[in-house]
């Protein structure tokens, strides 16, 4: 199975930061990496496929980057609106796999 | 547009079985291969099954094999999920989502299965 694995696991950052998450798959996906954002008590929602590939509808300060086994998601600016919990999720091969997830907070 | 609801959760005793059902709409669902996914409460997302279009492949996590079962009904809109032997480690909110190939693309809202005594 490939072991997807993020961090940090929790990142606390101000309004109008640029934050970064990182994730790592375990053997190369080439670009068969999808992001969600998960909002409490809400089902995940599809950012990006693809690696890179913003979906529409989803603010264009999201972006995603990579391959192989090394991706970011980087959101340019930090709203209020962007607190959640995010994951990485392989599609490369079965099991699909999910990284642990990074919640981001406002300080 | 899309929408995806389950049903058929509620708490079982260990060793148990629960038929989850999903109905979709506002997409050809008998296009799509359909998967499920899992939450344990305060966890992170967990993968479950997956059954393309058509039935003719179908994939599993290995610690649910042989005990859960994925099928659909194109007819109906509907994939379900037949959990058997249940375990108190199978607690969780359980997602349908519709697969895309390289994602999943739309989600319903989650059912929680609760497996207690």
């Known amino acids: 199975d490939i072991q997807m694995t993020q961090s940090p696991s929790t990142l606390s950052a101000s309004v109008g930061d640029r934050v970064t998450i990182t994730c790592r798959a375990s053997q190369g996906i080439s670009s068969w990496l999808a992001w969600y954002q998960q909002k409490p008590g809400k089902a995940p929602k599809l950012l990006i496929s693809?690696?890179?590939s913003l979906e529409n509808g989803v603010p264009s300060s999201f972006s995603g980057r990579g391959s192989g086994t090394e991706f970011t998601l980087t959101i340019s600016s930090l709203q209020p609106d962007d607190i959640a919990t995010y994951y990485c999720q392989q599609s490369y091969s079965f099991p699909l796999t999910f990284g642990g997830g990074t919640k981001v907070e406002i300080k | 547009q899309v929408q995806l609801v389950e049903s058929g959760g509620g708490v079982v005793q260990p060793g148990g079985s629960l038929r989850l059902s999903c109905s979709a709409s506002?997409?050809?669902?008998?296009?799509?291969?359909m998967h499920w996914v899992r939450q344990a409460p305060g966890k992170g997302l967990e993968w479950v099954a997956v059954?393309?279009?058509?039935?003719?492949?179908?994939s599993y996590l290995d610690s649910v094999k042989g005990r859960f079962f994925v099928s659909r009904d194109n007819s109906k809109n509907t994939v379900f999920l037949e959990m058997t032997s249940l375990r108190a480690a199978d607690s969780a909110v359980y997602y349908c989502a519709k697969d895309r190939g390289d994602s999943l693309e739309y989600w319903g809202l989650g059912i929680l299965v609760t497996v207690s005594s």
């Open positions: 693809k690696a890179s």
């Open positions: 059954i393309r279009s058509d039935e003719g492949h179908k």
């Open positions: 506002g997409f050809s669902f008998s296009t799509s291969g």
